[in-house]
């Protein structure tokens, strides 16, 4: 479970850091849709983290849709094919993804949005 925390806290950060990142630069990276992702990734990692730290019985489930909600935020940002910050984003966002999907003990992957 540590490693799936650490995981969720490193997306917080990086997303954190890329939503100032998309304010900064202004154009198409600082649209509602981008952002509104970046937001809600931002929001389900800390509320994920939250519930693992205190072992919460619904940990499973909050983390099934936090994984829903990391893949729809990388989908946003893999649209933006030439910045190197949202891009790497995006492959933060894939694995924490992956580790919340471990922790919930569901396969598969969202290429959609939630």
Do not use: Y
Not at 1 to 17: F, G, P, T
Not at 51 to 68: G, N, Y
Not at 105 to 113: E, L, P, R, V
């Amino acid at each position: 479970m540590q490693a799936a925390i650490e995981q969720c806290e490193k997306c917080h950060d990086v997303c954190m850091r890329t939503v100032t990142h998309c304010l900064d630069q202004g154009n198409s990276l600082a649209e509602t849709d981008p952002i509104r992702a970046l937001l809600d990734c931002i929001d389900f990692c800390a509320t994920c983290v939250s519930f693992m730290l205190r072992d919460s019985p619904a940990h499973r489930r909050v983390c099934e849709i936090c994984a829903e909600v990391c893949d729809a935020c990388a989908v946003s940002c893999e649209r933006v094919a030439d910045d190197k910050v949202v891009t790497e984003c995006a492959k933060e966002c894939r694995r924490c993804a992956e580790s919340c999907r471990k922790m919930a003990g569901t396969k598969g992957h969202a290429s959609s949005a939630v």
